[in-house]
């Protein structure tokens, strides 16, 4: 009886109170909730304040025991006029209308972050104009007015102080995580748009005392490794490429017309018109023979400067980087798009880490492209220093010596259905357009000692077949028919299934028996043809089967080659998507430059100083 009556007094309480209109000041702390929850979200919108104002150099501070940020910088500053309205509601320099949201290349456009943050802590600006030589210091009150303005002596640029986050809201610090996940949240948060904003030189204090600091360079590529431990820049691929920008809407795999877009500035300092109708991936990728992480934790993706999470587009990189990576471990990779802004729809996230991107499935197209275009392997990948005469006479030296015959067998070891025989290549040198490889030896029947244009490489014969076979079975998994059929026994019945999914023709001839009708091209033809079948049946997709096929079928260590054999296996594994790595992620090649080769051998030396004289 008693819950009834409650219920029916909160009814009639409804109805009387009726729908009310919420006072500004709720309005205004709902939506300062929703934009700052964390002292990395302070850092986060003051440093977007900072970079859109050109700034090159920010110093954060962070005390967290004080609950305290500040950010200083030296970008354009602001006059008298602009400071007074700075942290009042809606207040933004960078859009004046609703069409001005689907041209929005700032990394703020809201309005909401400084009045925001009078609304949850202690607000004060120094800024001064770069033409002036006067500054000012204001403080504000809780809805963003000021309260004091104060003549200042002040470099160039902004200081912005937060104090006191959450003051008068003791629950919501309570909820927060603990100060070292806060301090990680923000130093990932500078990192992030350190990333996204290469050129800018960022120091940063936890307590007024150092903490860690980031050095601008050209590309993203010299910020990774100061932010990664023991990753080299070497390790890194660097490319961007531009491609054209389809209008909003298009999808489904079909071309549509090139929008013509607005002006907009590429990361790089350059202008770029978007009516040229051109927009720019920048693909910085950890080498797979070189580096990789035992989690996803750094596939980035950032679109316009912010990094953003973008689901889609992060799974494109990890197909493309499948099979190419040792089991369990995921590439290094930051991803950076500049689009024309009409591609972007903003408005999906209050602090904008996710967006709507249109066109997704080309975007997907592109990534894809870029990061088999940055994983073969061409002349730009080296220096342009020619090798010395020296080294260059010591290779032809050893080939001179060398005691290989043109003629020799293989057994059908490179034979690939299709193709020619290695005996058809007759020229040591491949003319592919990509590099020139020259064949020097074969080293303990294992490796091959190749020439290039700066250096050398000791290339593992078997893995550098197996990456070849494997890439043309995922092309054509071509099954042929088996005279006679393959008899196995003793089959469980999800190896049955399994042989099934893969496509093969199995039934059963008898008690335990099964008879195999047809086997991939690669394995019709080797004498342990049952044995690989049985392999297959264990388990496995049919990627998962494409390795095994060609990892049984390359050549095995220990086989001699001619050189005319070597030197097509060479232009063979060249042309591969993928050439770095074989299909279990192992590495392929060793390179020996010859900056290296001579920093071993020391012949910068002068040889009279070295004798004393």
Known sequence: MGKVCAQIYTEQQLVTNGIQTLPKEVVNLIAAGEVIDSLAAVVRELVENSLDAGATRITVSVCPAQWRVQVADNGSGMNLADLRQAASAHSTSKIRCSDDLWKITSLGFRGEALHSLTALAELEIFSRLRETTEGWRISYD??????????????????VTVSNLFGNWPVRRQGLPSAAQQLRGVQATIQHLALCHPWVTWQVQQQNRPWFSLSPGRTSQNILPQIIRQLHPSDLQHLKVEVPTPERGWGDGEMGRWGDGEMGRWGDGEMGRWGEKKSQIELVLGLPDRCHRRRPDWVKVATNKRLVRSPELEQAILSAM???????????????????????????????????????????????????????????DFSEAMPSERVGKLLKASVGKGSYQETSEMDGALAVPGESSAEETSEPTTGLGLMELRVVAQVHNMYILVEHPTGMWLV????????????????????????????????????????????????????????????????????????????????????TAQVATACRSAIRNGTPLSLPEMQKLLAQWQVTRNPRTCPHGRPIFLSLEESSLARFFRRHWVIGKSHGI
């Open 142 to 159: 809780s809805q963003g007015e000021p309260v004091e303005e104060i003549a200042a002596a002040i470099a160039p640029g902004t200081i």
């Open 322 to 380: 499948a099979r190419t990576l040792p089991r369990d471990r995921y590439p290094i990779c930051f991803l950076h798009l500049q689009v024309c802004p009409s591609q972007i729809d903003w408005n999906r996230h209050p602090a904008k880490a996710e967006i709507y991107l249109h066109s997704l499935k080309y975007w997907q197209e592109q990534v894809t492209q870029a990061i088999e275009q940055a994983l073969r392997i061409s002349p730009f």
């Open 460 to 543: 593992e014969q078997h893995i550098a077949h197996e990456r070849v076979l494997y890439e043309q079975l995922c092309d054509r998994w071509q099954l042929v028919p088996l005279e006679p059929a393959v008899i196995l026994r003793n089959l469980t019945t999800a190896q049955v299934e399994q042989l099934q999914r893969l496509g093969l023709d199995i039934e059963n001839f008898g008690e335990q028996v099964w008879a195999i009708r047809n086997a991939p091209a690669l394995l019709q033809e080797r004498d342990d043809c049952a044995e690989a079948l049985l392999e297959l049946s264990l388990g496995g997709d049919l990627q």
